[in-house]
């Protein structure tokens, strides 16, 4: 069942309402912008761009009860347009070795292995919301954009 949903810049006005149901541990990393996919004034999901010298697509959250309903491809189909608008003409994201669930929806998407070893990511991590312990593989993966 897909929901009704719109997406855009995250707003700051609207940091709040989004950082109590999603957190958004990107927020000062200063060199992107977070999109946001609501459902009237509720935020569903979220995903941060990172414009760097090859843009990545980060932090991609759905709420549980919103997910396998398209959002997530609305998401990432997004974040592809705007880093298109400001002139790349590829996305790069990581995803979780065993996140079999992520990987089906970003194949799904176009993305592949963009031929870079897996990342080994283990120990603390400090984000904005403070401390998290990490213990994981992460594969990167690329799309060109048309």
């Not at 810049?9 to 990107?26: N, T, W």
């Not at 959002?71 to 003409?89: H, K, V």
């Amino acid at each position: 069942m897909r929901v009704e949903h719109e997406i855009h810049p995250l707003d700051p006005s609207e940091f709040e309402s989004v950082a109590g149901v999603l957190g958004l541990a990107r927020l000062h990393q200063g060199d992107g912008i977070y999109l946001v996919a609501w459902r009237d004034r509720e935020p569903l999901a979220h995903a941060y761009l990172a414009l760097t010298d090859t843009p990545e697509l980060q932090d991609v959250v759905v709420r549980p009860e919103y997910r396998r309903r398209g959002i997530g491809a609305a998401l990432t189909a997004r974040a592809e347009s705007e880093a298109r608008a400001r002139g790349f003409d590829r996305l790069r994201l990581g995803v979780s070795v065993d996140n079999a669930a992520a990987q089906a929806l970003y194949r799904q998407c176009g993305y592949v292995d963009a031929g870079v070893e897996p990342k080994r990511v283990k120990g603390t991590i400090e984000i904005r919301t403070g401390p998290i312990e990490v213990d994981d593989t992460i594969l990167t993966w690329e799309k060109r954009l048309e």
